[in-house]
C-alpha cells in the first residue's frame, strides 16, 4: 500500500476516535495536508481497521492451509444502490433525542418496540411495550409522535410480572398479540394486556429471540441450546375462537442461534436467482412463473405478507405493502461463517458466507440481521467491530461499516432508516452510531444513554429510532426540524 494511502487512513482513524491533538499534530507535519483535509468527505469510514483485518484473516488463513486457493466473491460494490432516493444526492441526517421514558423499570431494560394499536374509536394509539431484569412486561401508550414524546400512566406500572427476566420481544403484525422470551427459556404469548394466550416453546437455556412472521401465521424462537423452533397457528379442535400453535420444524445447530430474520424472496435481475412473486396472481400467471424457476405455495394459500423485518410492523417494505408475499427465514449462528437461508412453506434452503474471500475460517458471529427495505440486502451486526453488508442476489459481501464498538461479550443491534439511505448500529460505548448506506461513511453519533445499549427498533410510521439501555430508559431519537 503506498505511503500517502496509509497516512490519509491513520488520519482518518485518529478524528473518527477523537484523538483531536495527535490528528491536528499530524495534518500540520504531513507532507499531504490538504489531503488530509478532505479525508472524511472522499472515503469510507473505518478504513484503516478494514485493511488491519483483511491482513489478519489473510494470516490466520495461512496457518490453517498451506495453500490459498480462496477467491474474492465477485460483486462490484459500487452497484449498490438505494431504492426510492437520487443516489446521485448525498443525504444528511442530523438526529437529536425526541424524548426519555426512564420511569417503567427499576433494574435494566432488556427489549422494547413501538407499536399501533386499534383502539374502540377506530383510530390508533402508539404503544411501548418493553422487558427486563426486573421480570416486568409494560405495555403503554406513548402520545405526542414524532415530534414529542409523552408516556401516558400506564407506563409507569408493571403490565405482568413473570418467573425469569425477559430477554425479548416482538408484537403480531396485525393483532394486539405478544410473544415474549425469557432467561430460563420459556416462551409465552401474551393479549394486549399481558394475559397469557399460550405456552410456546420451553429451551433449555435462554431463549435469545422470538419473533411472528410477517402475516402472523408463524411465529419463532431462538435459544442458547442451538435450536431453532416455527411454530404454526392452526385452529382449535372445539372449533372456539381460542388459537392453538403447533410445532412446525426444528431446526439444530452446532452453536448458539443468535438471530434469525424474515425476509421478503424478491425478483432479482440475476435470471439464475432463484425468485417468486406474489401469490395473488393467478393461476395462469403461477403456471408460466413456475417455468422460470419460480415455485408459489398450492392454491395461492397465504404465506406470509404485510411488512418486514423482524415481524416489526412499523418497518414496512416499499415493494410489497399490503400484499401477500413469499418469505424466507434467515438464522445467525454463533461460531458460523454462514448464514442459514430456510422457505417458510417448504424444504429449499441454502447459506451465504459472511466471509469476504468466501473462505470458511470463522473470526466473528452473526449478533443481529435485519433486511433493507428494498429486500435485496441484508444489515449483519456481528462481535468484532464491524457491521456487513449482504447481498442476497450475489450471496456475498458487499460492504463493511466500520465505527462501532463491539466484542465477543457485546449484544449490538442494528436496523435501517425507512428508505434504506442510512444504516445504525449499537455500540459498546453507549452510542448509537448511523453511516451513510451508499458511501460507509459515519454522519452521526447518537449519544444520551449511560449505560448498555440493548435493543434498537426503526419505526418507518413516524420516522423516528427507538433505543433502550441498561441504564433503565428508553429514549426516542428524529431529525432535527431545526436543520
Known amino acids: 500500500m503506498e505511503r500517502e494511502k496509509i497516512e490519509l487512513y491513520v488520519y482518518q482513524y485518529l478524528v473518527e476516535k477523537g484523538y483531536s491533538l495527535a490528528a491536528m499534530a499530524m495534518r500540520e507535519q504531513s507532507g499531504i495536508a490538504e489531503s488530509l483535509r478532505t479525508v472524511e468527505d472522499d472515503i469510507a469510514s473505518g478504513m484503516l481497521l478494514h485493511e488491519l483485518d483483511e491482513l489478519d484473516h489473510f494470516r490466520q488463513m495461512e496457518k490453517g492451509s498451506n495453500s490459498m486457493t480462496q477467491k474474492k466473491a465477485k460483486f462490484d460494490a459500487t452497484d449498490f444502490t438505494v431504492e426510492g432516493v437520487d443516489n446521485n444526492v448525498t443525504p444528511s441526517h442530523p438526529m437529536v433525542e425526541y424524548g426519555c421514558i426512564n420511569d417503567r423499570h427499576s433494574k435494566n431494560i432488556i427489549c422494547c418496540q413501538l407499536c399501533s394499536n386499534d383502539n374502540s374509536s377506530g383510530g390508533e394509539d402508539d404503544v411501548i411495550v418493553s422487558g427486563g431484569a426486573d421480570r416486568v412486561l409494560v405495555i403503554g401508550k406513548v402520545a405526542g409522535l414524532p415530534d414529542t414524546v409523552v408516556p401516558s400512566s400506564l407506563g409507569s406500572s408493571p ?85 392453538l400453535y403447533t410445532r412446525k420444524r426444528v431446526f439444530k445447530y452446532e452453536g448458539s442461534v443468535e438471530c434469525f430474520e424474515f425476509a421478503p424472496v424478491v425478483q432479482f435481475n440475476d435470471s439464475t436467482t432463484i425468485v417468486a412473486t406474489t401469490s395473488t396472481q393467478s393461476e395462469e400467471e403461477d403456471n408460466s412463473t413456475k417455468q422460470d424457476g419460480v415455485s408459489n405455495p398450492k ?185
Not at 394475559?195 to 401465521?217: D, F, L, N
Not at 459515519?442 to 427507538?466: E, P
Request: charged share 25%; net charge negative.
Open 159 to 243: 403490565t405482568a410480572e413473570f418467573k425469569a427476566p425477559i430477554l425479548c420481544i416482538d408484537k403480531h403484525p396485525t393483532l394486539m398479540r405478544f410473544i415474549i422470551g425469557l432467561m430460563d427459556g420459556s416462551t409465552f404469548v401474551l393479549d394486549g394486556s399481558g394475559g397469557i394466550v399460550c405456552e410456546g416453546p420451553k429451551h433449555s437455556k435462554y431463549a435469545v429471540r422470538v419473533g411472528w412472521s410477517p402475516c402472523g401465521k408463524y411465529f419463532c424462537t431462538a435459544s442458547y441450546d442451538k435450536t431453532l423452533e416455527v411454530w404454526e397457528e392452526g385452529s382449535c379442535s372445539d372449533g372456539e375462537s381460542d388459537v
Open 299 to 483: 392454491e395461492n394459500k397465504r404465506v406470509c405478507g404485510n411488512g418486514e423485518g423482524n415481524s416489526q410492523d412499523e418497518q414496512h417494505s416499499t415493494m410489497s405493502s399490503g400484499d401477500d408475499g413469499v418469505w424466507e427465514l434467515i438464522v445467525g449462528v454463533r461460531g458460523d461463517c454462514c448464514l442459514h437461508c430456510y422457505e417458510i412453506e417448504g424444504v429449499g434452503e441454502y447459506r451465504i458466507n459472511m466471509n469476504e474471500l468466501g473462505d470458511d475460517f470463522v473470526s466473528f458471529s452473526p449478533r443481529d440481521i435485519r433486511v433493507s427495505p428494498s429486500g435485496k440486502y441484508l444489515l449483519v451486526a456481528t462481535d468484532k467491530d464491524r457491521v456487513l453488508l449482504i447481498s442476497r442476489a450475489a450471496k456475498c459481501l458487499v460492504k463493511v461499516f466500520y465505527g462501532a464498538t463491539n466484542d465477543e461479550y457485546s449484544n449490538p443491534r442494528c436496523c435501517w432508516d425507512k428508505d434504506g439511505v442510512f444504516v445504525f448500529s449499537t455500540s459498546q460505548t453507549n452510542e448509537v452510531v448511523v453511516w451513510e448506506a451508499k458511501t460507509q461513511r459515519v454522519v452521526a453519533k447518537l449519544q444520551g444513554h449511560t449505560a448498555s445499549i440493548r435493543d434498537m427498533q426503526y419505526s418507518a410510521k413516524h420516522n423516528v429510532l427507538i433505543t433502550a439501555s441498561f441504564d433503565k430508559t428508553i429514549r426516542i431519537w428524529g431529525a432535527d426540524v431545526a436543520m
